[in-house]
Protein backbone atom coordinates (compact mmCIF):
# COMPACT_ATOMS: atom_id res chain seq x y z
CA UNK A 1 0.00 0.00 0.00
CA UNK A 2 1.03 3.47 -0.67
CA UNK A 3 2.51 5.07 2.47
CA UNK A 4 2.67 8.38 3.32
CA UNK A 5 4.21 10.86 6.10
CA UNK A 6 3.25 12.93 8.99
CA UNK A 7 5.82 15.46 8.20
CA UNK A 8 5.95 17.33 11.53
CA UNK A 9 7.00 13.79 13.17
CA UNK A 10 7.99 11.74 10.21
CA UNK A 11 5.76 8.78 10.85
CA UNK A 12 4.71 6.74 7.86
CA UNK A 13 1.65 4.65 7.58
CA UNK A 14 -0.77 3.62 4.47
CA UNK A 15 -2.92 5.78 2.99
CA UNK A 16 -5.72 3.50 3.69
CA UNK A 17 -6.23 3.00 7.77
CA UNK A 18 -9.34 1.84 9.82
CA UNK A 19 -11.21 3.82 11.91
CA UNK A 20 -12.78 2.23 14.78
CA UNK A 21 -15.73 4.17 16.37
CA UNK A 22 -18.01 1.33 15.08
CA UNK A 23 -16.01 -1.48 17.04
CA UNK A 24 -16.91 0.59 20.26
CA UNK A 25 -20.40 1.66 19.86
CA UNK A 26 -22.83 3.89 17.74
CA UNK A 27 -23.25 1.85 14.66
CA UNK A 28 -25.09 -1.60 16.03
CA UNK A 29 -23.46 -3.99 17.78
CA UNK A 30 -20.11 -5.63 16.38
CA UNK A 31 -19.09 -8.69 19.20
CA UNK A 32 -15.70 -8.99 20.25
CA UNK A 33 -14.97 -12.01 17.87
CA UNK A 34 -15.95 -9.92 14.72
CA UNK A 35 -14.33 -6.59 15.65
CA UNK A 36 -11.06 -8.73 16.17
CA UNK A 37 -11.75 -10.46 12.81
CA UNK A 38 -12.22 -6.56 11.13
CA UNK A 39 -9.17 -5.66 12.76
CA UNK A 40 -7.42 -8.19 11.39
CA UNK A 41 -8.43 -8.00 7.93
CA UNK A 42 -7.33 -4.47 7.60
CA UNK A 43 -3.56 -5.25 8.81
CA UNK A 44 -3.47 -8.45 6.54
CA UNK A 45 -4.37 -6.19 3.51
CA UNK A 46 -1.69 -3.24 4.45
CA UNK A 47 -3.30 -0.76 6.82
CA UNK A 48 -0.76 0.42 9.63
CA UNK A 49 -2.85 3.23 11.02
CA UNK A 50 -5.93 2.65 13.34
CA UNK A 51 -7.90 5.32 14.67
CA UNK A 52 -9.70 5.24 17.92
CA UNK A 53 -11.26 7.03 20.88
CA UNK A 54 -11.86 6.62 24.74
CA UNK A 55 -15.60 7.35 24.12
CA UNK A 56 -15.73 4.82 21.87
CA UNK A 57 -17.77 2.08 24.24
CA UNK A 58 -16.65 3.83 26.87
CA UNK A 59 -13.16 2.54 26.01
CA UNK A 60 -14.36 -0.74 24.63
CA UNK A 61 -12.67 0.24 20.83
CA UNK A 62 -9.26 1.05 22.64
CA UNK A 63 -9.17 -2.01 24.40
CA UNK A 64 -10.43 -4.43 21.92
CA UNK A 65 -7.17 -2.63 19.79
CA UNK A 66 -4.92 -3.11 22.95
CA UNK A 67 -6.26 -6.82 23.12
CA UNK A 68 -5.22 -7.16 18.87
CA UNK A 69 -1.86 -5.70 19.67
CA UNK A 70 -1.31 -8.15 21.80
CA UNK A 71 -1.85 -10.56 19.20
CA UNK A 72 0.62 -8.96 17.01
CA UNK A 73 3.50 -7.67 18.78
CA UNK A 74 5.63 -7.33 15.61
CA UNK A 75 2.81 -5.47 13.76
CA UNK A 76 4.30 -2.22 13.02
CA UNK A 77 1.26 -0.19 13.66
CA UNK A 78 0.36 3.58 14.36
CA UNK A 79 -2.62 3.84 16.98
CA UNK A 80 -4.02 6.91 16.88
CA UNK A 81 -6.37 7.55 19.82
CA UNK A 82 -8.72 10.99 21.35
CA UNK A 83 -9.66 12.64 23.92
CA UNK A 84 -11.83 14.85 25.85
CA UNK A 85 -15.64 13.36 24.76
CA UNK A 86 -16.21 12.06 28.20
CA UNK A 87 -17.01 14.66 30.16
CA UNK A 88 -19.03 17.89 29.53
CA UNK A 89 -17.94 20.16 26.81
CA UNK A 90 -16.47 23.13 28.97
CA UNK A 91 -13.46 24.94 27.93
CA UNK A 92 -12.71 24.42 31.59
CA UNK A 93 -12.19 20.57 31.37
CA UNK A 94 -9.59 21.27 29.36
CA UNK A 95 -6.78 21.16 31.90
CA UNK A 96 -3.11 19.28 32.09
CA UNK A 97 -4.60 17.50 35.11
CA UNK A 98 -7.30 16.33 32.93
CA UNK A 99 -4.63 15.58 30.22
CA UNK A 100 -3.03 13.22 32.13
CA UNK A 101 -5.70 11.40 34.04
CA UNK A 102 -7.70 10.56 30.21
CA UNK A 103 -4.17 9.90 29.10
CA UNK A 104 -3.21 7.29 31.65
CA UNK A 105 -6.53 5.78 31.05
CA UNK A 106 -6.12 4.98 27.02
CA UNK A 107 -2.57 3.72 28.06
CA UNK A 108 -4.00 1.00 30.17
CA UNK A 109 -6.96 0.39 28.02
CA UNK A 110 -4.50 0.13 24.62
CA UNK A 111 -1.48 -1.41 26.74
CA UNK A 112 0.90 0.45 25.74
CA UNK A 113 3.28 2.90 27.63
CA UNK A 114 3.28 5.91 25.55
CA UNK A 115 0.16 6.60 23.02
CA UNK A 116 1.38 7.00 19.24
CA UNK A 117 -0.71 10.05 18.56
CA UNK A 118 -3.24 11.31 20.88
CA UNK A 119 -6.09 13.91 19.33
CA UNK A 120 -8.04 16.40 21.17
CA UNK A 121 -11.62 15.27 20.14
CA UNK A 122 -13.65 17.88 18.60
CA UNK A 123 -13.23 20.33 21.72
CA UNK A 124 -14.91 23.67 22.20
CA UNK A 125 -14.12 26.29 19.99
CA UNK A 126 -12.47 28.11 22.78
CA UNK A 127 -9.91 25.24 23.35
CA UNK A 128 -7.96 26.16 20.00
CA UNK A 129 -7.23 29.20 20.92
CA UNK A 130 -6.12 28.24 24.23
CA UNK A 131 -2.27 28.54 25.05
CA UNK A 132 -2.21 26.43 27.75
CA UNK A 133 -3.85 23.50 26.46
CA UNK A 134 -0.57 22.95 23.80
CA UNK A 135 1.69 23.31 27.22
CA UNK A 136 -0.22 20.78 28.65
CA UNK A 137 0.00 18.34 25.86
CA UNK A 138 3.52 19.02 25.12
CA UNK A 139 4.33 18.54 28.51
CA UNK A 140 2.86 14.93 27.72
CA UNK A 141 5.38 14.83 25.20
CA UNK A 142 8.44 15.28 27.10
CA UNK A 143 6.90 13.00 29.71
CA UNK A 144 6.74 10.31 27.29
CA UNK A 145 3.00 9.23 27.95
CA UNK A 146 2.15 10.65 24.46
CA UNK A 147 4.86 10.82 20.86
CA UNK A 148 2.75 13.39 19.41
CA UNK A 149 -0.36 14.94 19.32
CA UNK A 150 -3.26 16.73 17.00
CA UNK A 151 -7.27 17.27 16.66
CA UNK A 152 -9.94 16.31 15.62
CA UNK A 153 -12.65 19.07 14.42
CA UNK A 154 -15.90 19.95 13.24
CA UNK A 155 -15.06 23.39 11.37
CA UNK A 156 -12.65 24.58 9.09
CA UNK A 157 -11.91 27.34 11.17
CA UNK A 158 -10.72 25.20 14.06
CA UNK A 159 -8.47 23.00 11.80
CA UNK A 160 -6.53 26.56 10.41
CA UNK A 161 -6.25 27.48 13.88
CA UNK A 162 -4.50 24.28 14.85
CA UNK A 163 -2.20 24.33 12.12
CA UNK A 164 -0.81 27.53 13.11
CA UNK A 165 0.30 26.07 16.02
CA UNK A 166 3.63 24.34 16.19
CA UNK A 167 3.55 20.93 18.06
CA UNK A 168 0.22 19.89 16.08
CA UNK A 169 1.28 17.31 14.08
CA UNK A 170 -2.53 16.31 12.86
CA UNK A 171 -6.06 17.47 11.88
CA UNK A 172 -8.67 15.09 11.91
CA UNK A 173 -11.47 16.47 9.33
CA UNK A 174 -14.58 15.18 7.84
CA UNK A 175 -13.80 15.16 3.72
CA UNK A 176 -15.56 13.12 1.34
CA UNK A 177 -17.63 13.58 -2.32
CA UNK A 178 -19.97 15.62 -0.12
CA UNK A 179 -17.88 17.76 2.27
CA UNK A 180 -15.63 19.48 0.05
CA UNK A 181 -14.87 23.04 2.21
CA UNK A 182 -11.58 21.45 3.30
CA UNK A 183 -10.48 21.67 -0.10
CA UNK A 184 -10.30 25.55 -0.12
CA UNK A 185 -8.06 26.75 2.57
CA UNK A 186 -7.07 23.62 4.87
CA UNK A 187 -5.32 20.92 2.79
CA UNK A 188 -2.89 23.30 1.30
CA UNK A 189 -2.02 24.52 4.34
CA UNK A 190 -1.86 21.78 6.49
CA UNK A 191 0.56 20.36 3.51
CA UNK A 192 2.48 23.84 3.73
CA UNK A 193 2.98 23.47 7.39
CA UNK A 194 3.82 19.57 7.38
CA UNK A 195 0.58 18.50 9.68
CA UNK A 196 -0.80 15.33 8.82
CA UNK A 197 -4.33 15.12 6.86
CA UNK A 198 -6.48 12.55 9.11
CA UNK A 199 -9.70 12.47 6.58
CA UNK A 200 -13.01 11.38 8.60
CA UNK A 201 -16.60 9.83 7.52
CA UNK A 202 -15.15 9.06 4.05
CA UNK A 203 -18.26 7.39 3.07
CA UNK A 204 -20.45 10.24 4.63
CA UNK A 205 -22.01 7.16 6.99
CA UNK A 206 -22.33 4.87 4.81
CA UNK A 207 -24.41 7.23 2.14
CA UNK A 208 -21.79 6.72 -0.61
CA UNK A 209 -21.06 2.72 -0.52
CA UNK A 210 -24.55 3.08 -2.35
CA UNK A 211 -25.84 0.36 -0.58
CA UNK A 212 -29.04 2.66 0.76
CA UNK A 213 -32.21 3.99 -0.21
CA UNK A 214 -35.49 6.12 1.06
CA UNK A 215 -36.40 2.07 2.57
CA UNK A 216 -33.68 1.77 4.78
CA UNK A 217 -33.76 1.41 8.33
CA UNK A 218 -31.30 1.56 10.70
CA UNK A 219 -30.72 -0.04 14.26
CA UNK A 220 -32.25 2.19 17.18
CA UNK A 221 -28.37 2.35 19.06
CA UNK A 222 -26.87 3.56 15.41
CA UNK A 223 -26.32 7.35 15.26
CA UNK A 224 -27.64 7.10 11.74
CA UNK A 225 -31.50 6.74 13.84
CA UNK A 226 -30.81 9.13 16.67
CA UNK A 227 -28.62 11.95 15.70
CA UNK A 228 -29.63 12.98 11.96
CA UNK A 229 -30.28 16.51 13.32
CA UNK A 230 -28.13 16.59 15.91
CA UNK A 231 -29.61 15.56 19.12
CA UNK A 232 -26.38 13.77 20.52
CA UNK A 233 -23.70 15.28 19.03
CA UNK A 234 -22.71 17.41 15.99
CA UNK A 235 -24.97 16.51 13.02
CA UNK A 236 -22.14 16.92 10.42
CA UNK A 237 -20.96 13.56 12.06
CA UNK A 238 -24.41 11.78 10.26
CA UNK A 239 -24.38 11.82 6.64
CA UNK A 240 -21.87 14.87 6.95
CA UNK A 241 -24.67 16.62 7.71
CA UNK A 242 -26.50 16.22 4.49
CA UNK A 243 -29.80 15.11 4.50
CA UNK A 244 -30.87 11.27 4.38
CA UNK A 245 -32.78 11.86 1.32
CA UNK A 246 -30.60 14.70 -0.56
CA UNK A 247 -27.40 12.89 -0.01
CA UNK A 248 -29.24 9.78 -1.96
CA UNK A 249 -29.81 12.28 -4.64
CA UNK A 250 -25.91 13.64 -4.83
CA UNK A 251 -25.00 9.50 -4.85
CA UNK A 252 -27.23 8.47 -7.37
CA UNK A 253 -25.53 11.37 -9.34
CA UNK A 254 -22.27 10.45 -8.77
CA UNK A 255 -22.99 5.88 -9.55
CA UNK A 256 -22.30 6.80 -13.71
CA UNK A 257 -18.53 7.64 -12.79
CA UNK A 258 -17.89 4.77 -10.80
CA UNK A 259 -17.71 2.56 -13.94
CA UNK A 260 -17.16 -1.66 -13.30
CA UNK A 261 -13.62 -2.12 -11.53
CA UNK A 262 -14.82 -0.71 -8.47
CA UNK A 263 -17.56 -0.67 -5.79
CA UNK A 264 -18.99 3.20 -5.31
CA UNK A 265 -17.37 2.56 -1.68
CA UNK A 266 -13.98 2.42 -3.34
CA UNK A 267 -14.75 5.03 -5.70
CA UNK A 268 -15.24 7.87 -2.79
CA UNK A 269 -12.54 6.75 -1.05
CA UNK A 270 -10.58 6.69 -3.91
CA UNK A 271 -11.28 10.68 -4.66
CA UNK A 272 -10.50 10.95 -0.55
CA UNK A 273 -6.94 9.55 -1.48
CA UNK A 274 -6.26 12.05 -4.66
CA UNK A 275 -7.16 14.86 -2.83
CA UNK A 276 -3.51 16.74 -2.29
CA UNK A 277 -2.58 17.03 1.50
CA UNK A 278 -4.43 13.85 2.64
CA UNK A 279 -2.25 11.54 4.59
CA UNK A 280 -4.32 8.60 5.62
CA UNK A 281 -8.56 7.88 5.16
CA UNK A 282 -9.89 6.64 7.75
CA UNK A 283 -13.50 4.08 6.83
CA UNK A 284 -15.03 2.21 9.17
CA UNK A 285 -15.53 -1.78 8.66
CA UNK A 286 -18.42 -3.76 10.55
CA UNK A 287 -16.95 -7.15 8.90
CA UNK A 288 -14.04 -8.19 7.27
CA UNK A 289 -15.44 -8.11 3.66
CA UNK A 290 -16.26 -4.31 4.22
CA UNK A 291 -12.32 -3.90 5.74
CA UNK A 292 -10.37 -5.89 2.57
CA UNK A 293 -12.78 -3.70 0.22
CA UNK A 294 -12.19 -0.33 1.66
CA UNK A 295 -8.22 -1.21 1.42
CA UNK A 296 -8.54 -2.39 -2.40
CA UNK A 297 -9.38 1.28 -2.64
CA UNK A 298 -5.53 2.15 -2.73
CA UNK A 299 -4.23 0.32 -5.57
CA UNK A 300 -7.07 2.03 -7.90
CA UNK A 301 -5.40 4.41 -10.31
CA UNK A 302 -6.09 7.93 -9.54
CA UNK A 303 -9.36 9.50 -10.94
CA UNK A 304 -8.87 10.92 -14.08
CA UNK A 305 -10.01 14.96 -13.83
CA UNK A 306 -12.92 15.16 -15.82
CA UNK A 307 -14.05 12.57 -13.07
CA UNK A 308 -12.74 15.24 -10.34
CA UNK A 309 -14.80 17.91 -11.82
CA UNK A 310 -17.72 16.07 -12.19
CA UNK A 311 -17.63 15.08 -8.29
CA UNK A 312 -17.31 18.81 -7.64
CA UNK A 313 -20.13 19.88 -10.35
CA UNK A 314 -22.60 17.34 -8.14
CA UNK A 315 -21.59 18.84 -4.83
CA UNK A 316 -21.91 22.68 -6.28
CA UNK A 317 -25.45 21.88 -7.66
CA UNK A 318 -27.16 19.72 -4.78
CA UNK A 319 -24.81 19.94 -1.82
CA UNK A 320 -22.88 23.17 -1.30
CA UNK A 321 -26.15 25.33 -0.72
CA UNK A 322 -26.77 23.35 1.91
CA UNK A 323 -23.43 22.67 3.92
CA UNK A 324 -20.80 24.08 2.75
CA UNK A 325 -21.04 27.23 5.15
CA UNK A 326 -21.59 24.97 8.09
CA UNK A 327 -18.58 23.89 9.60
Same mark, same amino acid.
Given at each position: ????????????? #? /??? &???? !? =??????? $??? @? +? %???????????????????????????????????????????????????????????????????????????? #? /??? &???? !? =??????? $??? @? +? %????????????????????????????????????????????????????????????????????????????????????????????????????????????????????????????????????????????????????????????????????????????????????????????????????
Amino acid at each position: MEQRTFGRIGRRV #G /VVG &LGTW !Q =LGADWGR $VDE @T +D %ALAVLAAAVDSGVTFLDTADVYGDGRSEQLIGRFLRSRPDADLMVATKMGRRVPQTPEAYTAENFRAWTDRSRANL #G /VDT &LDLV !Q =LHCPPTP $VFH @T +D %AVYDALDDLVAAGRIAAYGVSVETCEQALTAIARPGVASVQIILNALRLKPLDEVLPAAAGAGVGIIARVPLASGLLSGRYDESTVFAADDHRSYNRHGEAFDVGETFSGVDFDLGLAAVRRLAPLVGVDRTMAQFALRWVIDQPGVTVVIPGARDVGQATGNTAAAALPPLDPATLAEVRAGYDELVRPRVHDRW
